[in-house]
């Protein structure tokens, strides 16, 4: 087999090429690939028949001795040469090792004597990637006598080591500046040691005091805190005694889960803890009298913390005892039946938006699944004809000319719809589109707050936080364990194994 001389002609190009026909044609795409960029994948020679294929025989190919072909086919990218030299492990400094893979989720804290309950507090805040910011951009007053300016500071310091470092981090900076504002996390037992301390006012004193330092970069003036965390409630109670009505309205930062014989799930726990029945002054009757009324979520935050109530003053102990009953908690959390009636009202357009582009998907589903059923009920159909094999080929001819035929028609119809569907990013409905951004009043779970023992102040506590991949990261002090969503949901409690204690809800938003 000898050669031949042709010429390819790509874009504007034209390039004369010989052609060794004793080598199959991929040896040819390969000429073409360096003098073009286009990788042999990717190009589509014509040839009389049809398009060049790798394993073709040129025997059987009708190509001719100064013969024009006409290629396509787009080049690839030019690689850029690295902005940075490369640095391998083994040099970099030994925090910033990714030894075990887990560097993208952060990294662990190291235990400086019973300090579960503060790991587990930071790792959890940590997962807020909006505090996260707004503490990068926190310029207080560094090195100043505030107790609450020095703690920010060092809750901002804490952060940036768990942004960059790939090993354990050593959190005693932070440590100390919290037992400065709050010495009762200092309290030591008769042997000299820490004691253990109880993660639920740790997380709440840290909000506290970032409530009042940490500003939002787009409002100066207001509360990064109170824009992420606070949930607005209106309670109102009535005194049977007197008749006398109370109206109050406050801001909560953590929305409370009562724990009683009945209460099974996290719903009923939220409903109970929202009943407000308490003694109160009354005027008209000069002396204490019972208030009964309840409250009503007046303003939904894009962060819901929620505290399962598991702990309780044993008077004969002198300790916090510890409620072990079983108490579910969702995946998906939906506050709109906690809602006052104006609030239900402003969640009521972007719900709908929300049903009307499920529908939307689940209509097109359906139509794809219906359309790919037709066309395998045709090709079945057709297997099951018999005849010559004239009759065969030509009637598999005419079988694929429908088959793509239905697909270029009935489906492609569908497929345009999926598009559609995926590419619009949002409700095609334009009174939908105006809820694009705005909350639902469903929050997805994206952090836990676990505890093991029988007290508050003693025991272990443990974070799991959900991760940008959806993936679930248990931080338990230094050490970082893969999870899965079914390992969340069986923290519900019911035994001495791990059970939620806090619980950090994400808002679900009109996407």
């Known amino acids: 087999m000898g050669s031949l001389k042709v010429q390819v002609k790509w874009q504007k190009e034209t390039y004369d090429i010989e052609i060794d026909r004793s080598q199959p044609p991929l040896v040819f795409k390969q000429q073409l690939f360096s003098l073009t960029g286009v990788s042999a994948d990717r190009q589509k020679i014509m040839v009389k028949g049809g398009l060049l294929k790798d394993n073709a025989d040129w025997n059987k190919v009708a190509v001719k001795d100064g013969q024009k072909l006409m290629m396509m086919g787009t080049a690839d990218k030019v690689p850029e040469a690295p902005q940075s030299s490369q640095v391998f492990l083994e040099d970099l400094p030994e925090s910033e090792q990714d030894i075990e893979g887990f560097a993208k989720y952060g990294a662990g804290l190291q235990n400086l004597g019973n300090t579960c309950y503060m790991n587990s507090t930071v790792q959890c805040l940590y997962a807020v990637p909006e505090l996260r910011q707004a503490l990068q951009d926190y310029s207080g007053a560094a090195g100043g006598v505030d107790s609450n300016a020095k703690l920010t500071e060092a809750a901002k310091g804490l952060f940036a080591d768990l942004n960059r470092s790939a090993q354990a981090v050593h959190p005693l900076r932070f440590l100390l500046m919290l037992r400065e504002r709050f010495p009762q996390f200092g309290e030591q037992n008769r042997q000299g040691q820490y004691s253990q301390q109880d993660a639920e006012e740790c997380w709440t004193q840290l909000?506290?005091?970032?409530?009042?330092?940490?500003?939002?970069?787009?409002?100066?003036?207001?509360?990064?805190?109170?824009?992420?965390?606070?949930?607005?409630?209106?309670?109102?109670?009535?005194?049977?005694?007197?008749?006398?009505?109370?109206?109050?309205?406050?801001?909560?930062?953590?929305?409370?889960?009562?724990i009683d014989t009945e209460v099974n799930n996290l719903t009923e726990g939220i409903k109970l803890a929202l009943k407000d029945d308490r003694e109160k002054n009354?005027?008209?009757?000069?002396?204490?009298?019972?208030?009964?009324?309840?409250?009503?979520?007046?303003?939904?935050?894009?962060?819901?913390?929620?505290?399962?109530?598991?702990?309780?003053?044993?008077?004969?102990?002198?300790?916090?005892?510890?409620?072990?009953?079983?108490?579910?908690?969702?995946?998906?959390?939906?506050?709109?039946?906690?809602?006052?009636?104006?609030?239900?009202?402003?969640?009521?357009?972007?719900?709908?938006?929300?049903?009307?582009?499920?529908?939307?998907?689940?209509?097109?589903?359906?139509?794809?699944?219906?359309?790919?059923?037709?066309?395998?009920?045709?090709?079945?159909?057709?297997?099951?004809?018999?005849?010559?094999k004239a009759e065969t080929s030509s009637r598999v001819e005419s079988t694929s000319a429908g088959a793509a035929g239905t697909s270029a028609a009935a489906p492609q119809a569908d497929s345009?719809?999926?598009?559609?569907?995926?590419?619009?990013?949002?409700?095609?409905?334009?009174?939908?589109?105006?809820?694009?951004?705005?909350?639902?009043?469903?929050?997805?779970?994206?952090?836990?707050?676990?505890?093991?023992?029988?007290?508050?102040?003693?025991?272990?506590?443990?974070?799991?936080?959900?991760?940008?991949?959806?993936?679930?990261i248990q931080f338990d002090d230094d050490q970082l364990v893969p999870k899965k969503e079914e390992d969340i949901v069986t923290l519900a409690g019911g035994g001495d194994w791990h059970m939620a204690y806090l619980l950090l809800y994400r808002a679900q938003r009109v996407a």
């Open 282 to 388: 009354s005027e008209k009757l000069g002396r204490l009298a019972v208030f009964t009324g309840s409250s009503a979520v007046t303003k939904l935050s894009p962060y819901m913390t929620v505290q399962m109530v598991r702990f309780f003053y044993k008077v004969q102990a002198a300790q916090k005892a510890k409620i072990l009953r079983k108490v579910a908690f969702p995946i998906v959390l939906d506050m709109y039946e906690f809602c006052s009636d104006e609030m239900k009202k402003q969640l009521d357009g972007p719900r709908e938006a929300v049903r009307h582009e499920e529908d939307r998907k689940a209509n097109a589903d359906r139509a794809v699944k219906k359309a790919k059923q037709e066309e395998s009920d045709a090709q079945y159909k057709n297997k099951g004809k018999k005849g010559s």
């Open 416 to 472: 345009s719809k999926d598009v559609e569907m995926t590419d619009s990013s949002g409700p095609s409905n334009s009174s939908d589109r105006k809820h694009i951004g705005e909350m639902t009043g469903k929050y997805e779970l994206c952090g836990v707050l676990t505890h093991k023992g029988r007290s508050a102040d003693s025991g272990h506590y443990v974070s799991w936080v959900k991760q940008a991949d959806n993936s679930w």
């Open 207 to 258: 909000v506290y005091t970032l409530r009042e330092t940490v500003k939002d970069s787009a409002a100066p003036t207001e509360s990064a805190i109170n824009k992420l965390f606070g949930v607005g409630l209106h309670t109102k109670l009535t005194c049977e005694e007197s008749g006398e009505s109370i109206e109050e309205d406050n801001t909560a930062y953590t929305v409370k889960c009562n």
